[in-house]
Every structure is written in C-alpha cells, then in structure tokens.
C-alpha cells in the first residue's frame, strides 16, 4: 500500500464524516443561535431553555437524516471493501 494510497483513503473517511455531521451541527448551531437571541431580547438566562431545543432539534434531524447518513455510510464501508485488493499489494 503506497502513501498516495492510504492519504486518499484518509482524505475519504474525514470528508465522509465531515459530509454526515455537518447537517447534525447545522441544526444545533442554528437552534442555539435562535435560543440565545430569544434569550438576550427575554432577559430569561435559564440553562434548561438552551437544552431541550437542541435535543428535540437534534432527534428530529436524526430521524429525518438516518436513510441518508446510513446510505452514504454503506456506500463508503462498500467503496472501502472494494479497494482492500489494493491496500494488501
């Protein structure tokens, strides 16, 4: 197996997993983003109201993204099998 090799490998596997958690933070990061602008024109400053959106919001992402991510994940995993003949040369 040649450096080449294993680089693209690698660049592969952090891009993948880069692409499956990026929407998950998408939503988090804009949750939070609203939860704190409701907080600073409130005045209310409770840790709880910033938690359970973000769960909610996350879960629902979950639910709605799980067909997606598990398909990219099983395309990677069987583009990844494939290639083991090259990883033993």
């Not at 090799?5 to 592969?12: K, M, P, Q």
């Amino acid at each position: 197996m040649d450096p080449a090799f294993c680089v693209e490998l690698l660049r592969a596997a952090i891009f993948q997993a880069a692409m499956l958690v990026g929407p998950i933070l998408g939503v988090a990061m804009a949750i939070g983003l609203a939860v704190s602008l409701f907080q600073a024109v409130t005045s209310i400053h409770e840790q709880t109201l910033t938690f359970v959106p973000k769960v909610v919001g996350i879960g629902v992402a979950l639910i709605l993204l799980l067909p997606w991510m598990l398909q990219t994940m099983m395309q990677f995993t069987t583009s990844v099998i494939e290639k083991m003949p090259q990883m033993v040369r």
